[in-house]
């Protein structure tokens, strides 16, 4: 909760917010918008619960026109460690990114939703230790993910832009299994400039 103790300066431009886990927290700023104020508050290993319980510290006093939410891996990266947990690990990951959607639009901010990232592949060494219940509960959660679009909330489907033919990160876009690298950021922020001008 300190991560972000310090209120923000008051800004005179729209400010926008990137909001989530590491995946948020390693998002650069957009070149493609000008006039803004882009303030990042993702924390690395950051749980959709933990996410939701640090919002209205982190993000509502910000006051932001737009909010961008990246969040879900760390709960559903669980699951080959408790696959007997699967289902509520599951549920209770959509049922926190519909609180934390819920918690931006009542700040008054257009909310950009973007879909789990996908995986990337694991090294051979760490395969036998794989599930691949991940990947089915990353397309679960996506897919529960589309249905939260309104017409304060942008679904942005980051697969569009990052997966290859067989469904996993493009390597060219790849840190690590779980990560971008800057080239995958180049090509997020290119393809979510419109969505992500305020209005």
């Given at each position: 909760?300190?991560?972000?103790?310090?209120?923000?300066?008051?800004?005179?431009?729209?400010?926008?917010?990137?909001?989530?886990?590491?995946?948020?927290?390693?998002?650069?700023?957009?070149?493609?918008?000008?006039?803004?104020?882009?303030?990042?508050?993702?924390?690395?290993?950051?749980?959709?619960?933990?996410?939701?319980?640090?919002?209205?510290?982190?993000?509502?006093?910000?006051?932001?026109?737009?909010?961008?939410?990246?969040?879900?891996?760390?709960?559903?990266?669980?699951?080959?460690?408790?696959?007997?947990?699967?289902?509520?690990?599951i549920g209770n990951c959509k049922a926190n990114i519909k609180q934390i959607v819920n918690l931006s639009l009542e700040t008054g901010a257009r909310?950009?939703?973007?879909?789990?990232?996908?995986?990337?592949?694991?090294?051979?060494?760490?395969?036998?230790?794989?599930?691949d219940d991940l990947a089915a509960a990353i397309k679960d959660v996506n897919a529960y993910i589309e249905t939260l679009e309104s017409n304060r909330?942008?679904?942005?489907?980051?697969?569009?832009?990052?997966?290859?033919?067989?469904?996993?990160?493009?390597?060219?876009?790849?840190?690590?299994?779980?990560?971008?690298?800057?080239?995958?950021?180049?090509?997020?922020?290119?393809?979510?400039?419109?969505?992500?001008?305020?209005?």
């Amino acid at each position: 909760m300190n991560a972000y103790s310090s209120p923000a300066e008051e800004s005179n431009q729209p400010v926008i917010v990137f909001y989530g886990d590491s995946r948020a927290a390693a998002w650069p700023v957009p070149e493609q918008i000008r006039n803004v104020t882009v303030i990042n508050h993702g924390i690395g290993y950051q749980t959709t619960a933990k996410v939701l319980g640090r919002f209205r510290q982190h993000v509502a006093p910000l006051k932001p026109k737009v909010i961008v939410i990246q969040v879900g891996t760390n709960d559903l990266r669980t699951i080959p460690l408790f696959p007997d947990q699967k289902e509520m690990i599951i549920g209770n990951c959509k049922a926190n990114i519909k609180q934390i959607v819920n918690l931006s639009l009542e700040t008054g901010a257009r909310v950009v939703l973007t879909t789990i990232f996908p995986p990337g592949t694991l090294p051979i060494v760490n395969r036998p230790f794989a599930s691949d219940d991940l990947a089915a509960a990353i397309k679960d959660v996506n897919a529960y993910i589309e249905t939260l679009e309104s017409n304060r909330v942008t679904v942005f489907d980051t697969s569009r832009v990052l997966a290859n033919s067989q469904g996993t990160v493009n390597p060219k876009y790849s840190r690590d299994f779980l990560h971008l690298n800057k080239e995958g950021y180049a090509v997020l922020n290119q393809a979510m400039a419109d969505i992500l001008r305020p209005q």
